[in-house]
């Protein structure tokens, strides 16, 4: 769908196309807000320059091999934790989202009552009591399996929306051949589902992505955990470097997430080459 | 399960939880403030102010909360920003869920359908009338149910805020826990106190959405 608001200045909801007097308009407020812009880009500038956060002496560290070592160790923490997080929700959304739309009533409460649960349950909560139940010596699968907790039932949900989204005729169709409630399923309507589902499932991926980061809190030695304890050390003259860390931290984190969301677009861009199209949900 | 009833564990409880629902409530409303002023950048006709709406998006949206945090509680003092840690995870609640704010505001102005506003103009309304009384009602209403999602969200991001030194929910779970209770007897309350919060914003975004329905 193209946006409104990007069609040069055509047409929109909110504004006709310009006439003269309000191009002039349009000009002078654009001038007004880039300056405003820069002020605001500026101060940021300048209250980090007159604070010594630009000073050699606290970005030096990232030109050790020791220091880049470990934060290369703290991305491939994060992608592995993450990574089985990934698989290990999708496959418990996938059971959930069988069992939501299962036949059977105590299954479907059974499993309804699961995805309610773990979506309102703040995910930090969760990974702190795992870790202290049952992982105080592996902070890792805490992490692994409270993600996977609450990713799994926001997949489920996911994948259910996708199943009932389908026109009811593709299930009729499928039974009138005579297959059984298992095979139309998982040869019609999980295939479909997943496939129109799929660039909501990525976002939701991206969710995972970035609470990785909450390893930080239980002392698992991910990305943020790496940073804290690069930037807990006082350098000589220069004080902490928490600010240049924030600021290497940040664009890794950032990219990693735009990677997977430009891969959700292209899958979605291929989709809608095909007739199933669907605008999923947000995050 | 009796842990709330011994040692004064009820009032620590009472005052994380007050303090969860003060957090997430004034984060709400810092979030709802910049997220219309960011959606209102994005629609803009200046594309200064469209860019900026963007770039904010982009990079709230894709950075981790607990990275927020950790920039917020640990930069900004480094700036000479002292604020109470309240005050700073009010920033990065707010900010971070602004973002997303934003989004779903803006793609419920993109669902009103263009011939709406050009009837609405052809009547001879002006641009504030046109905004107001059909192009952002009709908005409105669309964008509830995926705004209700947002902030159900951030009462649970709001937990992240215990971590760094606020004194909500997710604190009291650490202070009971050190003192040597029971996890799950500790695990079962605070999640009650969760489930209570989620119950209560889903049915206040449903007593909305009940409010503004129009029989189609």
């Given at each position: 769908m193209s946006s409104l608001f990007t069609r040069s200045g055509s047409a929109s909801v909110l504004y006709d196309a310009p006439g003269p007097r309000a191009r002039i308009r349009y000009r002078v407020f654009g001038v007004l807000s880039l300056l405003g812009i820069a002020a605001l880009l500026w101060y940021a500038y300048d209250s980090l320059a007159s604070n010594g956060q630009f000073d050699g002496g606290l970005w030096d560290l990232f030109q050790y091999t020791a220091i880049q070592q470990r934060i290369l160790d703290g991305v491939l923490s994060t992608l592995k934790a993450f990574g089985l997080a990934a698989l290990f929700s999708l496959t418990l959304g996938a059971l959930l989202a069988a069992g939501r739309l299962s036949d059977h009533r105590p299954l479907r409460w059974a499993a309804t009552a699961f995805v309610q649960f773990f979506r309102a349950m703040p995910l930090l909560i969760l990974i702190v009591a795992l870790y202290y139940a049952f992982f105080a010596k592996n902070p890792m699968w805490a992490l692994v399996l409270g993600l996977t907790l609450y990713n799994g039932s926001v997949q489920a949900e996911i994948i259910r929306s996708g199943v009932n989204a389908l026109p009811r005729g593709q299930s009729e169709a499928a039974f009138a051949l005579g297959m059984r409630k298992s095979q139309v399923m998982t040869s019609i309507l999980v295939p479909q589902a997943v496939r129109s589902m799929l660039p909501a499932m990525i976002g939701q991926m991206v969710v995972t992505l970035k609470d990785t980061s909450l390893g930080y809190v239980i002392t698992y030695g991910e990305l943020l955990y790496v940073g804290k304890q690069i930037a807990a050390q006082p350098l000589?003259?220069?004080?902490?470097p928490y600010i240049p860390v924030v600021l290497v931290m940040a664009p890794i984190y950032i990219l990693m997430c735009l990677l997977l969301t430009a891969l959700a677009r292209w899958i979605e861009a291929r989709g809608r080459r095909g007739a199933n199209r669907r605008t999923p949900a947000a995050a | 399960m009796g842990i709330m009833f011994e040692n004064g564990n009820f009032a620590l409880f009472r005052d994380g939880f007050l303090q969860t629902i003060e957090l997430s409530a004034i984060s709400a409303v810092l979030a709802m403030l910049l997220g219309t002023l960011l959606a209102a950048f994005r629609v803009s006709p200046i594309p200064a102010l469209r860019a900026f709406g963007t770039g904010w998006v982009t990079i709230f949206r894709n950075t981790p909360l607990t990275l927020l945090f950790f920039a917020v509680e640990f930069g900004l003092p480094a700036l000479d920003v002292h604020f109470s840690h309240f005050t700073f995870a009010v920033l990065a609640l707010g900010f971070y869920t602004a973002s997303f704010v934003c989004e779903v505001l803006r793609s419920g102005i993109n669902t009103v359908p263009l011939g709406q506003a050009e009837a609405a103009r052809s009547l001879g309304m002006t641009f504030g009338q046109t905004l107001g009384l059909v192009v952002l009602p009709q908005a409105a209403r669309t964008v509830l149910p995926p705004l209700s999602s947002v902030f159900i969200a951030l009462p649970r991001n709001s937990a992240i805020a215990g971590a760094f030194s606020v004194d909500e929910l997710y604190h009291v779970q650490q202070t009971l826990s050190e003192q040597g209770y029971s996890i799950f007897a500790i695990f079962f309350w605070v999640a009650l106190a969760y489930l209570v919060i989620s119950a209560a914003v889903n049915l206040l975004f449903r007593f909305l959405e009940k409010l503004t329905a129009v029989a189609r």
């Open positions: 000589n003259s220069a004080g902490f | -």
